[in-house]
Nanobody, 126 residues
Framework: QVQPVESGGGSVQAGGSLRLSCATP????????MGWFRRGPGKEREGVAV???????RYADSVKGRFIVSQDKSTNSLFLQMNNLKPEDTGRYYC????????????????????WGQGTEVTVSA
């Protein structure tokens, strides 16, 4: 059983930046999709950004131009650089690995991912 481990969350003011990291200890070479999802206060879980082994990416409309997803294939690590953060970005961010789903639709189908981390909290104050 693979347990992704997120880090890098915290509290920032609007306009600030954070970089989230996700380690996947024990996970073998990835041939599929990884991604970030989040759940804000009183909101449903939503896809934030996904990436496949060809480094093709997709982003939620709300974060385009502000967030950048990347990966280190040598360590199967995933990253999310979050810039110009807004209060509506507040929430718990989850790393998802082993996505048996093409990146083009992965944001809308979290059930396509087999391994999930416990999440890391991000709080953005106005």
């Amino acid at each position: 059983q693979v347990q992704p481990v997120e880090s890098g969350g915290g509290s920032v003011q609007a306009g600030g930046s954070l970089r989230l990291s996700c380690a996947t200890p024990g996970y073998g070479p990835s041939t599929i999709t990884m991604g970030w999802f989040r759940r804000g206060p009183g909101k449903e879980r939503e896809g934030v950004a996904v990436i496949d082994t060809d480094d093709e990416t997709r982003y939620a409309d709300s974060v385009k131009g502000r967030f950048i997803v990347s990966q280190d294939k040598s360590t199967n690590s995933l990253f999310l650089q979050m810039n110009n953060l807004k209060p509506e970005d507040t929430g718990r961010y989850y790393c998802a690995a082993d996505g048996r789903i093409v990146v083009a639709v992965a944001l809308r189908h979290p059930e396509g991912f087999n391994y999930w981390g416990q999440g890391t909290e991000v709080t953005v104050s106005a």
